[in-house]
């Protein structure tokens, strides 16, 4: 079975600065999608990022970037120039390109600084 | 474009009553996934649903059920209510196509049981 793994808990960040957050996976097969989904006090999940495993380049949405290591099983996700609004609950998610069921994370709970 | 709505947004109920929560995924998207969502285990997968046929089905017990109609409109029902199931229970919908691989949460429905 696939599993993903965020092993920072909590991470916290100044405003304007950078932030990395961690995430690892274990899969057998070797076509995928790695998705950051973000989850605010509001409870919807939206999706900051997604990553086909087809693709070498890593994928860059704005301020948002990812370090995509296929052969470590490592998607960090990279958060520039910290807004206050980007406070919340990040899943690093995984999902099977021939299924639907997503896998997630733990979660980390990121806390921007004024 | 109206998002993923999921009804009631809060729910209270009795250990050993049943529920019913409902999710309408955004037009013209036909599969529909469930999640659990707790603090201890994160999120879970429950089941999803393509034209009215659940696909794939995560690890819960037979209490946990669901259906989806002819518009898409997925139910999930939760009988013989624990404490245990107290949760935020999230719908996914997703315009299933081999090239798309967003899915759309709602905000979710708060269930506690007491």
């Known amino acids: 079975a696939q599993t993903v793994t965020q092993s920072q808990p909590e991470m916290s960040v100044q405003e304007a600065e950078t932030v990395t957050l961690s995430c690892t996976y274990d899969?057998?097969?070797?076509?995928?999608?790695l998705f950051w989904y973000k989850q605010p006090p509001s409870r919807q999940m939206i999706l900051v990022i997604r990553?086909?495993?087809?693709?070498?380049q890593n994928a860059t949405e704005n301020r948002f970037s990812v370090n995509f290591q296929k052969a470590a099983k490592s998607f960090s996700l990279k958060i520039s120039d910290s807004q206050l609004g980007d406070a919340a609950m990040y899943f690093c998610?995984?999902?099977?390109?021939?299924?639907?069921?997503?896998?997630f994370g733990t979660g980390t709970s990121l806390t921007v600084i004024p | 474009k109206a998002g993923v709505t999921q009804t009631p947004r809060y729910l209270i109920k009795t250990r050993g009553q049943q529920v019913t929560l409902s999710c309408s995924p955004i037009?013209?998207?036909?599969?529909v996934s469930w999640y659990q969502q707790t603090p201890g285990q994160g999120l879970q997968f429950l089941f999803e649903?393509?034209?009215?046929?659940?696909?794939n089905k995560g690890n819960f017990p037979g209490r946990f059920s669901g259906r989806q109609f002819s518009n898409s409109r997925s139910e999930m029902n939760v009988s013989t209510l624990e404490l245990g199931d107290s949760a935020l229970y999230l719908c996914?919908?997703?315009?299933?196509?081999?090239?798309?691989?967003?899915?759309?949460f709602g905000q979710g429905t708060r269930l506690t049981v007491v």
């Open positions: 996914a919908s997703k315009l299933l196509s081999k090239m798309n691989t967003e899915a759309f």
């Open positions: 899969t057998s097969e070797s076509d995928y999608y």
């Open positions: 990553q086909e495993a087809y693709k070498q």
């Open positions: 998610a995984y999902r099977s390109a021939s299924g639907n069921q997503f896998y």
């Open positions: 037009s013209g998207h036909r599969s």
């Open positions: 649903y393509f034209s009215e046929t659940q696909r």
